[in-house]
Structure formats: structure tokens, C-alpha cells
């Protein structure tokens, strides 16, 4: 579940997916969604929608998606793990229709998403690369050099 004040996101509450087919769609336990209700009351935050993957594609809301999201005006957060680098859409599903809305971070209050920091083959793909474009300018310069003018004999 993602939570805020209704127009900002500011939590996130992971619940279990209890779906029967976990990997093409998700629902949630009745108690524990209604136990994050609870919590989410507690902390005065809005429930403004849920928020789950797509392992294999696109971040784009599904027929179970629309399905399940009734006409209540709730967004969907969808990550797409299609590619290597996660894909990101929110989404407000309501009654009006389907509208994919901007996602817009705020670096003020968020550290936000750090890169992964290098492996050491990484760093040494990127050392002998660099090493290699070098020597490689470094010949190509000497080859095309013009020869050397001849030397003039000694008296
Ligand atoms: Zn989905």
C-alpha cells in the first residue's frame, strides 16, 4: 500500500501477496490490509493506492489491474522488472478511466535511489579499457605520423 496526505506519497506498507497465481496478479489478506488501515489511521496518512511489480512486463496496468482496482480513484505504483534497469509508472485507475500521472521525487526530504556501487570486474573493465584506448590512440598517432625528414650527412 502507498500512503501520504492524499496528494503526496510519503509511506509504503508492504503486505503479502496471498493471490493464488503470485506472479500474474496480487491480493491481499483481509486482515492485514485491514491492520494497515489501522496503522495508516493511527499515523493520520491516506491510503492512496497499492503499489507491486511486474516481473516480466511492462509497467503498464493489467486487465487483473483494472480488474481489481474498482473505480475508487486509487494509484498504482507498477515497477517493471522486464529489464535490468526498473521501470517506474504511477497510474490513477477511477471510474473517469486510466491516466498515467508523473512521478515527481522529492530530493529534499529523500536521499533517493542510489546507483549500486561498482564491482571490482566492473572497475577493472572500465581501468583496462581506458588502458587499452591509450596505447590504441598512442599508435594510431605514431602511425600517422609523417617520416622523419632524412638527415643530412655530416661534413
Ligand atoms: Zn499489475
Avoid: C
Avoid at 496526505?5 to 503470485?22: E, M
Avoid at 496518512?45 to 516480466?56: C, D
Avoid at 579499457?129 to 625528414?149: E, G, K, Q
Amino acid at each position: 500500500m502507498i500512503a501520504g496526505d492524499g496528494k503526496t506519497i510519503q509511506s509504503a506498507i508492504p503486505l503479502a501477496n496471498v493471490a493464488s497465481s503470485k506472479r500474474s496478479s496480487f491480493s491481499f489478506e483481509p486482515n492485514e490490509q485491514l491492520g494497515a488501515l489501522k496503522r495508516l489511521d493511527a499515523e493520520d496518512l491516506v491510503w492512496m493506492g497499492v503499489y507491486h511489480s511486474h516481473p516480466n512486463s511492462a509497467a503498464i496496468p493489467s486487465i487483473a489491474d483494472l480488474e481489481g482496482a474498482g473505480d475508487h480513484g486509487l494509484l498504482q505504483l507498477i515497477v517493471s522488472l522486464k529489464s535490468s534497469k526498473p521501470e517506474l509508472q504511477l497510474w490513477r485507475i477511477g471510474a473517469s478511466g486510466v491516466a498515467p500521472l508523473e512521478l515527481i521525487f522529492d530530493t529534499q526530504t529523500d536521499a533517493g535511489y542510489d546507483e549500486p556501487p561498482l564491482s571490482q570486474q566492473q572497475r577493472a573493465a572500465i581501468v583496462t579499457t581506458a588502458v587499452i584506448s591509450l596505447i590504441l590512440m598512442l599508435v594510431i598517432s605514431f602511425a600517422l605520423l609523417p617520416p622523419a625528414p632524412a638527415s643530412a650527412p655530416l661534413p
